[in-house]
């Protein structure tokens, strides 16, 4: 299902249908809040929309949450839209 879900964003992100694509990844991180993944298509459709505030606090909460459970930091990825997100700030 995940695996699914994660497809379908993806093709929606593609085709700038950012509200499905974030519906999509939100589905995503209700099974598995730790999914880089679906923060990744998440915090991209946000970008691409022009909501850099979302992606900032979306990246908190995976910071937050994949240091916690998996002690592990972000991946290179989600590092990357943060900082985009700060220079559309």
Same mark, same amino acid.
């Given at each position: ?5 994660? =497809?379908? $964003?993806?093709? @929606?992100?593609? /085709?700038q249908? #950012?509200?499905?694509?974030? *519906?999509?990844?939100? @589905? ?7 999914? !880089?993944?679906?923060?990744r ?6 970008? +691409?929309?022009?909501r850099? *505030?979302?992606?900032? &606090?979306? #990246? /908190? !909460? $995976? @910071? !937050?949450?994949? $240091? @916690?459970e998996?002690?592990?930091?972000? =991946?290179? +990825?989600?590092?990357?839209? !943060? /900082? &985009? ?5």
């Amino acid at each position: 299902m995940v695996e699914a879900l994660l =497809s379908l $964003a993806s093709g @929606r992100l593609d /085709q700038q249908r #950012f509200g499905e694509t974030l *519906e999509c990844s939100g @589905r995503v991180l209700e099974i598995d809040p730790c999914c !880089q993944e679906a923060y990744r298509l998440a915090m991209k459709s946000y970008l +691409e929309s022009g909501r850099a *505030e979302e992606v900032l &606090r979306l #990246f /908190q !909460q $995976a @910071r !937050q949450l994949l $240091a @916690r459970e998996l002690e592990l930091e972000p =991946s290179i +990825e989600l590092i990357e839209l !943060q /900082q &985009r997100a700060l220079l559309n700030l």
